[in-house]
């Protein structure tokens, strides 16, 4: 059986993306972004939609897992601040970008 902390812990690379294209946009390699040879990033060749729909999947993702009843997640007292914030993030980036 999964516990809540297994399925938090998989869920923290959705954190992890969105907070990255928060910070870095197209430079970010979840969207894209790679490095040359000399180790300089290249940006990304998405477009904003490209990247916009992947944080919104992301941000689904989180909600989805956030109101799972089993196990139940919903109802644990465990600190889920890190995935709240990260939805909330990814919701205003894609309203700052769109």
């Known amino acids: 059986m999964t516990t809540v902390t297994e399925v938090l812990t998989a869920a923290t690379d ?16 979840y969207a894209g ?10 940006a990304s060749t998405w477009t904003q939609e490209e990247i916009n729909d992947t944080v919104q999947r992301n941000v689904d993702h989180l909600e989805l897992i956030l ?7 919903a109802g644990d ?6 995935y709240t914030t990260a939805v909330t993030t990814g919701k205003t980036y894609i309203t700052d970008n769109s």
Do not use: R, W
């Not at 959705?14 to 390699?29: C, E, M, P, Q, R």
């Not at 972004?33 to 290249?42: L, Q, R, W």
């Not at 109101?67 to 997640?73: F, G, I, K, L």
């Open 14 to 29: 959705s954190v992890t993306l969105i907070n990255d294209i928060n910070t870095k946009g197209a430079n970010s390699i």
């Open 33 to 42: 972004a790679s490095n040359d040879i000399e180790g300089n990033v290249v």
């Open 67 to 73: 109101a799972y009843t089993e196990p139940d997640v």
């Open 77 to 82: 007292s465990s600190d889920k601040s890190s």
